[in-house]
Antibody
Framework: EVQLVESGGGLVQPGGSLRLSCAAS????????LHWVRQAPGKGLLWVSR????????DYADSVKGRFTISRDNAKNTLYLQMNSLRAEDTALYFC???????????WGQGTLVTVSS | DIQVTQSPSSLSASVGDRVSITCRAS??????LAWYQQKPGKVPNLLIY???TLQSGVPSRFSGSGSGTDFTLTISSLQSEDVATYYC?????????FGQGTKVEIK
């Protein structure tokens, strides 16, 4: 069974940092692209970042470019999102998602909540 | 960047009604369009990919159509369990933009 389990969320002050993790199981982790998607409370889905199979290629939403870094450890079956210079508007539930061969997201984690507040 | 505009933002319909949601891309994206359903308090669930391919396990009352810039998600006979917010997403290239969402309620 495919599972994606996020962790690392919490309360952080503006300007602070957090590192999110997404532990994967039930599939060959190293052969799939992975994404981070966030959802602010009561709002819609916002794509954040994507990484290819070996980590050599990444993309970011303009709103997080230069502040967030996506990475992966294929030996540990884990995806990461390093978030620096956090702002109040980064407050959201952060999901990791697996991109199917088609490119759409066939599996999602349950999400980890990030709250940026003083 | 290609913009994705979804409409309507909300709709209310009766059980058994045919319901349609549209998604428009500001430039052509071929058929690289997916539809997701998110029930309250739950994780999004893939319904349709490739604009018209039904994801395994999704009821056949859901269908997708379109290509290029204009796409439609149709629920042929709305059921109470279809109460949710529906999102389209382009995935031809970065950014993998979602539509604003359509909240579907029962009248």
């Amino acid at each position: 069974e495919v599972q994606l389990v996020e962790s690392g969320g919490g309360l952080v002050q503006p300007g602070g940092s957090l590192r999110l993790s997404c532990a994967a199981s039930g599939f060959t982790f190293s052969t799939y692209w992975l994404h981070w998607v966030r959802q602010a409370p009561g709002k819609g889905l916002l794509w954040v970042s994507r990484i290819n199979t070996d980590g050599s290629s990444t993309d970011y939403a303009d709103s997080v470019k230069g502040r967030f870094t996506i990475s992966r450890d294929n030996a540990k079956n884990t995806l990461y999102l390093q978030m620096n210079s956090l702002r109040a508007e980064d407050t959201a539930l952060y999901f990791c998602a697996r991109a199917a061969r088609s490119g759409s997201y066939d599996y999602w984690g349950q999400g980890t909540l990030v709250t940026v507040s003083s | 960047d290609i913009q994705v505009t979804q409409s309507p933002s909300s709709l209310s319909a009766s059980v058994g009604d045919r319901v349609s949601i549209t998604c428009r891309a500001s430039q052509g994206i071929g058929n690289y369009l997916a539809w997701y359903q998110q029930k309250p308090g739950k994780v999004p669930n893939l319904l349709i990919y490739g604009a018209s391919t039904l994801q395994s396990g999704v009821p056949s009352r859901f269908s997708g159509s379109g290509s290029g810039t204009d796409f439609t998600l149709t629920i042929s006979s709305l059921q109470s369990e279809d109460v949710a917010t529906y999102y389209c997403q382009k995935y031809n290239s970065a950014p993998w933009t979602f539509g604003q969402g359509t909240k579907v309620e029962i009248k």
